[in-house]
């Protein structure tokens, strides 16, 4: 996900937001708005996955983005706007991660393994970020929960896809995607919440297996 090329280049080496010169600059106008808006969801990101949903105030936005709350509010009209922006921005860079480590596979199973240590390393990589869209979003209400089921919607349909690939007769391919979307989910829950984030890749071996399944008989059908 991101902010295309001019978020991009609205951003450092490490992938944060870098702060504008103060003063008299010859930055264009568009370059200037895609740095602040970067620097907004950025510092909605610290505030969420460091301290928590709870403590996302305009003020808390205002003191980590380092702008001022005009500049705030010609980006967004409230916390929840900037909030659900960040986590779209997460969830978009996750859903990537998967598909485009997928794609360079041949085989049903290997795009499934490939997506899934994609996912994984993503997370690892992005500890705050990841706490926000997993975690906290339960929080921030029922609209934020509803965007996050979309994303897993999307697993989901990834998941069937493959299934059938695999296995063309497999019997309700669509309850067996929501199990393991949902199972997975809970394990990166649990342990996101413990504040292990970064152990993540190392539960890609034990995640697959969930997608193992046996080739259906014709007998269950």
Do not use: W
């Not at 996750?94 to 596979?105: G, I, L």
């Not at 339960?138 to 919607?153: H, I, M, S, T």
Request: aromatic share 6%.
């Amino acid at each position: 996900m991101g902010h295309g090329d001019r978020g991009d280049r609205a951003r450092n080496a490490t992938g944060e937001a870098a702060r504008l010169p103060s003063g008299r600059h010859r930055l264009s106008r568009d370059y200037v708005a895609s740095n602040q808006r970067a620097r907004i969801l950025r510092a909605v990101t610290e505030v969420v996955g460091g301290r928590g949903y709870s403590q996302l105030t305009i003020d808390a936005i205002v003191g980590a983005s380092a702008i001022s709350k005009k500049t705030f509010y010609e980006h967004f009209r409230n916390k929840e706007e900037a909030f659900f922006a960040a986590c779209e921005s997460v969830a978009s860079r996750m859903t990537a991660a998967f598909d485009d480590a997928a794609a360079e596979r041949s085989e049903p199973d290997a795009r499934l393994r490939a997506g899934l240590g994609a996912l994984l390393e993503f997370l690892a990589s992005e500890p705050l970020g990841a706490r926000m869209a997993v975690v906290e979003v339960l929080a921030a209400g029922p609209e934020a929960v509803a965007r996050r089921d979309r994303v897993k919607r999307h697993f989901s349909t990834t998941v069937v896809e493959h299934l059938l690939a695999m296995y063309p007769d497999f019997p309700e391919p669509e309850l067996a995607a929501e199990v393991i979307v949902g199972g997975v989910h809970e394990v990166l829950y649990s342990r996101i919440s413990r504040g292990e984030a970064h152990a993540l890749p190392a539960l890609r071996r034990g995640l697959v297996r969930m997608y193992a399944l046996p080739a259906p008989r014709s007998a269950d059908h």
